[in-house]
């Protein structure tokens, strides 16, 4: 996004690690974010091999992927009280408030014996975040965003030629529009406080990881 400058470069090495407290655990958070995805009911699935990234910082330095969509659906399928409320509220069309969310994340992570977590696709808008600092007492060590044109998105959708391209198209141009007016004001909040690394997602995937690798140089395994 041309609006979304990049932050300062740092030497590896010298990346600023945020530590926070989670009960009695510290632990350092990524938020993952991107432009270049479009929406199912669940998650949100990247046209820049996204999951693939997610699962590449897994196995290469040790982060735990946490997916809020992920963790929604698990807890429908748990067939909990909290379950059937989140099941309930998404079938009326209702958003699921963040504290639902945020509860969902912080219980998995307490429960994870690992201390570095990637969060994937939230916050989503700007009450997101805020929730999430508010509740959790955990600001990111940095967002990973990975960026891309809505020309792009449009390009490798036509390359798939699946289902009805001009539907989802329109699908693209509508998600677009959201991350314009929901999202895009969460990339400017963590910019202006230094903590964005963007990724240019329109490259081919190997050269994404490599970028990739680059700013997560300082949390690999000794």
């Not at 529009?177 to 990724?199: C, D, H, Q, T, W």
Request: charged share 25%.
């Amino acid at each position: 996004m041309g609006s979304v400058a990049d932050s300062p470069t740092v030497a590896a090495g010298q990346e600023e690690v945020t530590c926070n407290m989670l009960g009695d655990k510290n632990v350092t958070v990524v938020f993952v974010l991107g432009n270049c995805l479009h929406s199912t009911r669940w998650s949100w699935n990247s046209g820049s091999g996204k999951g693939t990234q997610c699962a590449n910082i897994v196995e290469h330095f040790g982060f735990t992927h946490l997916s809020a969509g992920d963790l929604l659906r698990a807890e429908i399928k748990s067939g909990s009280e909290n379950g059937t409320m989140i099941e309930n509220m998404i079938k009326e069309g209702n958003i699921v408030p963040s504290e639902v969310t945020i509860k969902l994340l912080q219980e998995a992570m307490i429960k994870s014996a690992n201390d570095k977590f990637l969060i994937d696709g939230f916050p989503r808008n700007e009450e997101n975040h805020v929730a999430f600092e508010n509740v959790t007492n955990i600001s990111p060590a940095f967002v990973l965003f990975f960026d891309c044109s809505e020309e792009e998105m449009e390009k490798r959708l036509l390359g798939r030629n699946q289902g009805r391209v001009d539907d989802n198209i329109e699908t693209i141009r509508k998600r677009f529009k959201v991350f314009i007016e929901s999202s895009l004001p969460v990339i400017e909040y963590y910019n202006g406080k230094a903590k964005v690394k963007k990724i240019d997602a329109a490259k081919p995937i190997p050269e994404v990881f490599e970028d990739v690798k680059a700013i997560f140089a300082p949390y690999a395994p000794n």
